[in-house]
């Protein structure tokens, strides 16, 4: 790590408590949110390989697939309605996520769950059932108004159980679930695929009903955090018993002290919106732009909505597409649970160094192949198609171990309470519009850049590699009241927050 680009976390005040069983519980429904997302980026990368699908919804772009010859590989999938089919959700989550905001404010952070996980289960069975290209993406948009609440609640939630050194892991468990509902969504896929009748397609979309119901379910017993309630209530004696619950220990007195504080102040401000944009939360803000920004231009969404159809580009078969997703999965959920191990003892710049690292060469490599070695037409040898699938499971694993995780987590620790909610919304607002337009114009792209398009996602990994080296300072172990402190004795940030913000930090002797 570089000098004075971090902080060191002993430098705060930590916590009594632990691991509870009733935390698990409440961190692994809540994380069914993240599991109904990854499932959902599989599915729509699945079926929109499958030859069924682009014959009911998608004619001509099946006709291009079987029977156009003269078109480049690289156009054969060139169509604004197969791409509007991907981005239609997130275009829905993007407009949610500004009401989401006012709800999980306002309400608290589990009803938001409740609203997206009711919503999921409509757009499922729309999709399932659907018999036009207007039904099918209407299903999308309650998807999207789903997807909206959820990430606005969920990562939220998750942090303010956890205790600071556990937040790390526990935080993690979203994009951890959404890893292992990308590779359900695969594994259900290939099986589908091969049902006799052209009819697989729709047990795909269809079974997205089955953890929308377990979120769904779940979100009515599930606690809210006490972070919420006391923001909400000045019942602090029903906030107490919920921490100590949560935490297992009667020892909760420093930790409900600093939540009320927080609460304070957040509640003098009547503008969230209006109070982040001061000069003393510009990191903060910078951070909630950046971040998933930066998580989009990895270009991960897009190899995730359309890896089937890219391994169909270089010339692999329906059915291996399709399981080579599944194994680009695996990596990607086996990557993910490595970083939750070691989030929180080796800390989040380390990781996201050197997964920009791991995903710069194979963006490179893989660029390079497909420019020497794939035509407008033809494809890959076999051996030239396992190379880019290794070099793709390596940028998977690259993204697993950083961005993927900590673009969800890092965010939703950083903000202090009163722009908590709003902060959450710009981040879910941004990762919402920048997937919708690089959803939106991949296929494109791709018919245009070729192989470049490579190149082009390979350069953002370096720039982002660099941001992160220089501007971002490290949030391990550090508790989410207390976050404002590392901004202050950061090298280039503490000349906007240096003189405006005069809470001290707490330092663990003068306690």
Known sequence: MAAGFGIAAGDYKQYNGGITFFLLLSCLVAAMGGFIFGYDIGVSGGVTSMEPFLEKFFPGVQSRMKQDTSISNYCKFDSQMLTLFTSSLYLAGLVTSFFASWITDAFGRKPSMLAGGSAFLAGAALNGAAFNIYMLILGRIFLGIGVGFTNQAVPLYLSELALPKHRGAISNGFQFSLGIGFFAANIVNYGTEKITGGWGWRVSLAMAAVPASALTLGAIFLPETPNSFIQRSDDHEKAR???????????????????????????????????????????????????????????????????????????????????????????????????????????????????????????????????????????????????????????????????????????????????????????????????????????????????????????????????????????????????????????????????????????????
């Open 241 to 511: 018993r919920m921490l100590q619950k949560i935490r297992g220990t009667n020892d909760v007195q420093s930790e409900l002290e600093d939540l009320i504080e927080a609460s304070d102040a957040s509640k003098k401000i009547k503008n969230p919106y209006k109070n982040i944009l001061r000069r003393k939360y510009r990191p903060q803000l910078l951070m909630s732009v950046a971040i998933p920004f930066f998580q989009i231009m990895t270009g991960i969404n897009v190899v995730g909505f359309y890896a089937p159809i890219l391994f169909r580009t270089i010339g692999l078969g329906e059915s291996a597409s399709l399981l080579s997703s599944v194994i680009t999965g695996v990596v990607g959920s086996g990557t993910t649970f490595i970083a939750m191990v070691v989030v929180d003892r080796v800390g989040r710049r380390f990781l996201l160094l050197v997964g920009g690292v791991l995903m710069f060469f194979p963006q490179i490599l893989v660029g390079g192949i497909m420019a020497v070695k794939l035509g407008d037409q033809g494809g890959l040898s076999k051996e030239y198609s396992y190379a880019v699938l290794a070099l793709i499971s390596l940028y998977i694993a690259g993204f697993g171990v950083s961005w993927g995780p900590l673009g969800w987590l890092i965010p939703s620790e950083i903000f202090p309470m009163e722009i908590r909610s709003a902060g959450q919304s710009v981040t879910v607002a941004v990762n919402f519009l920048f997937t919708f337009v690089v959803g939106q114009t991949f296929l494109s792209m791709l018919c245009h850049f070729k192989a470049g398009l490579f190149f082009f996602f390979g350069g953002w990994a370096a720039v982002m590699t660099v941001f992160v080296y220089f501007l971002l300072p490290e949030t391990k172990n550090i508790p989410i009241e207390q976050m404002d402190g590392i901004w202050r004795e950061h090298w280039f940030w503490k000349r906007f927050v240096g003189g405006d913000n005069k809470k001290v930090m707490i330092k663990i002797d003068e306690i």
